[in-house]
């Protein structure tokens, strides 16, 4: 299996409250309540490992909430390259209705000094070389430009790895331009960067389309319910997931990319990856948390998705 480089440069604990109808301005109360270290890189480390890969994880950690995710590198096998940092890392609250409506209130993160930037980036220097594919996955904290988030990008892709890339607004705007070998936008996301307003499905196809001629080998858009569309080299697929019981639409995309990562980096074909990394999203939604923790249910899944042409 493959030696995978994941930077989280802005995790968060994740603070879910399960509850039936969110009640704005009332007093709601939970049926359930979990914690987990997350952050999308993370998210997509844990569904790598799941899949047999050797996973590094890097990025920024606060020092003063360290122990959960100091726990999950444990529990994962993670090789540790995280920058501790002074402070807490952020704390998202997500509230999880039984309709599987996900409101956010996400923490805005720890400010990163010069200094951890600049340890960062002496780390990756180190580490990168060996591993065999990179994922940059998460929002920015505070403290990070997109200016150095570029920079960032621009010498993990000069190392020679694959380069892919899960974020958006400015962030994912200032990638585009570094050429990342893969990037994986929802809808509203693509939209954004491309600046179309109130888009068709067609145009974000060829939006997508005119990436990949500009040098994005591949583009996995995410498009919620109705599937999965992927451009790449002689791809144009599409992927419609099978119906199943929503808990939780977190994690779905991190796990998408995981799996997509995982038949591509084994050499598989583009079906046959695709059908497994629609399965893998569709069963992370019927959890609360991340990874791949039920295989019969996967298998079902993977059989029952409907792969056809994007042409």
């Known amino acids: ?19 039936d109808v969110l009640q ?56 540790d390259a995280f920058v501790r940092i002074p402070g807490e890392t952020r704390s998202n609250i997500k509230l999880a209705e039984r309709s599987g409506r996900i409101t956010d209130l996400n923490g805005p993160g720890p400010l990163i000094a010069a200094r951890h930037q600049d340890e960062l980036l002496a780390t990756l220097e ?58 994986k936008p929802n809808e509203d996301e693509l939209a954004e960067a491309c600046g179309l307003v109130d888009p068709s499905a067609a145009m974000l196809d060829a939006a997508a389309r005119t990436l990949c001629e500009q040098g994005i080998e591949h583009v996995l858009l995410s498009r919620g319910a109705a599937g999965v569309s992927w451009f ?50 569709a069963q992370a939604v019927t959890q609360i948390g991340f990874g791949i923790h039920d295989r019969e249910q996967l298998e079902r899944l993977e059989a029952a998705v409907t792969i056809t042409s994007r042409a």
């Open 1 to 19: 299996m493959a030696r995978i480089l994941s930077l989280t440069l802005n995790p968060a604990l994740d603070l879910t409250v399960s509850l």
């Open 24 to 79: 704005p301005g009332a007093v709601n109360r939970g049926s359930g309540l979990t914690s987990h270290a997350a952050g999308k890189g993370l998210n997509v480390a844990q569904v790598l490992a799941d899949l047999g890969h050797k996973v590094t994880v890097s990025g920024f950690l606060g020092i003063a909430n360290a122990a959960p995710f100091d726990a999950l590198i444990s529990r994962c096998g993670f090789v």
């Open 126 to 183: 180190q580490i990168a070389v060996g591993h065999d594919a990179v994922v940059v996955a998460g929002s920015l904290p505070q403290g990070i430009d997109v200016e150095w988030f570029a920079a960032l990008l621009g010498r993990l892709k000069a190392l020679g790895l694959p380069l892919a890339l899960d974020t958006s607004g400015a962030a994912l705007q200032a990638g585009l331009a570094v050429q990342p070998w893969l990037i």
């Open 232 to 281: 790449g080299p002689d791809i144009a697929l599409q992927a419609q997931p099978p119906q199943v019981v929503v808990a939780s639409t977190v994690g779905a995309g991190d796990s998408l990319l995981a799996a997509t990562l995982h038949g591509l980096l084994n050499g598989w074909p583009a079906e046959g990856t695709l059908r497994l990394a629609t399965a893998v999203a």
